[in-house]
């Protein structure tokens, strides 16, 4: 862990990255500024539901180009871009459609940053300590998601909207700076020509661990969009689970980040799974603060397990010549798992209850890790972790 945190291209990459999610958890104030204008419920869900469609639908077009041309080419238009272009909300004086359009281009330059950040990481960090590089790295966005929103509201509540998408803008102006310093990894030519986007997806073994990725990220969109609102109903506070969730989630990247590179990494991520239904089989029983406490500190310790660990298992099967490709498939399909998850969710917590939603939600994911056991660990037994395509 120590030689990471000296070393200075890391940590250059790693700001940067806290510079974007500072951007992105600030964003979370947007409804109030588009309701502030006359839009109603029905025009927050689209102009904040826009930006998924381009920060996943890019992907395709994006890695690719991230394989060929370089990391920082794109984490500096992409920092710059998400930043900049809040001042373009300035620009409204009523409520419009046309916010969208924003929202859209903040898409594709958020997934142009990210996905340039987490390859850059994936070059720089050994085989050997993947797991936990990408672990020490994700503190940083899960620092951001602590700092942003506090300070965004503070700018809104004493200086109004302006302040806020100023804020914003140099949010993402300090991270341009800290962007510029990032040296980029020379290119290796490929042994053989790259397959692409979808054809790696298909042919290069990544389908199970995309697979398993849209699982975690389903569980991770069912306690992050529904907890809040199960407890209020039964009267406790969430920001008691939630500060639970990130303290444990930044100990368990600090302390516990070698794990998944001392052990084997299918291993861990079944652990993790099983720890996602019991935390979501144990969400519905619910009945006490200390009980809420608990489920925080679970959430936390295999979100900071499982999301590493999966990412590292999926870079192993990378090569110098589509490891952005890689990367992206692997963050695509965690993204695709919240967003498409969260409309069933809803749709059986509207139908059933939240409790019954939770329930059915654990029940759900012991099948997925009883389906990963078999297919990952005894049927199809994977690789060594370290082995790479050519």
Excluded at 44 to 65: C, F, K
Excluded at 120 to 134: H, N, S, T
Excluded at 183 to 194: E, N, T
């Amino acid at each position: 862990m120590y030689e990471l945190l000296k070393n200075t291209q890391f940590l250059l990459v790693s700001l940067t990255n806290l510079c974007l999610f500072l951007v992105v958890s600030t964003w979370s104030f947007l409804p109030v500024f588009i309701v502030n204008l006359g839009g109603n419920n029905f025009d927050v869900g689209l102009v904040m539901g826009s930006i998924g469609v381009t920060s996943l639908g890019a992907l395709p077009l994006l890695a690719p180009l991230i394989d060929r041309f370089g990391r920082k080419l794109f984490i500096l238009t992409g920092i710059f871009i998400v930043g900049v272009s809040n001042a373009c909300f300035l620009l409204f004086d009523a409520y419009s459609p046309l916010m969208m359009i924003v929202r859209l281009v903040q898409g594709v330059a958020f997934a142009a940053c990210f996905n340039g950040c987490a390859t850059f990481v994936a070059d720089i960090v050994p085989p050997d300590k993947r797991a936990q590089g990408f672990g020490l790295f994700g503190v940083s966005g899960s620092t951001a998601v602590a700092i942003g929103p506090y300070v965004g509201e503070k700018f809104l509540l004493y200086w109004g909207f302006p302040s806020y998408f100023w804020l914003l803008v140099a949010f993402g102006m300090l991270g341009f700076c800290t962007a510029v310093m990032v040296q980029d990894q020379p290119l290796k030519r490929p042994r053989s020509k790259p397959r692409g986007f979808f054809p790696t997806a298909f042919r290069d073994g990544h389908l199970a661990m995309m697979a398993v990725a849209a699982v975690c990220g389903s569980g991770f969109a069912a306690m992050n969009t529904f907890y809040p609102l199960h407890a209020r109903n039964l009267g406790y506070q969430a920001g008691v689970f939630f500060v639970c969730y990130g303290v444990s989630l930044v100990l368990v990247r600090v302390l516990l980040g070698a794990l998944a590179d001392n052990m084997r990494r299918e291993k861990l991520i079944f652990y993790c799974i099983v720890g996602f239904g019991l935390m979501l089989f144990g969400t519905s029983h619910i009945a006490s603060v200390s009980q809420t406490i608990l489920l925080g500190a679970l959430f936390g310790l295999v979100q900071g397990l499982s999301y590493p660990a999966m990412m590292a298992r999926m870079v192993d099967r990378s090569n110098e010549g589509n490891r952005a490709v890689v990367v992206s498939l692997f963050t695509g399909s965690f993204g695709v798992g919240i967003n498409v998850s969260v409309l069933g969710w809803g749709y059986i917590a509207n139908q059933e209850g939240l409790s019954a939603m939770f329930l059915i939600g654990g029940v759900l994911m012991f099948a997925a890790a009883a389906i990963f056991f078999w297919q990952c660990m005894v049927a199809k037994p994977w690789r060594n972790q370290t082995t790479q395509t050519p």
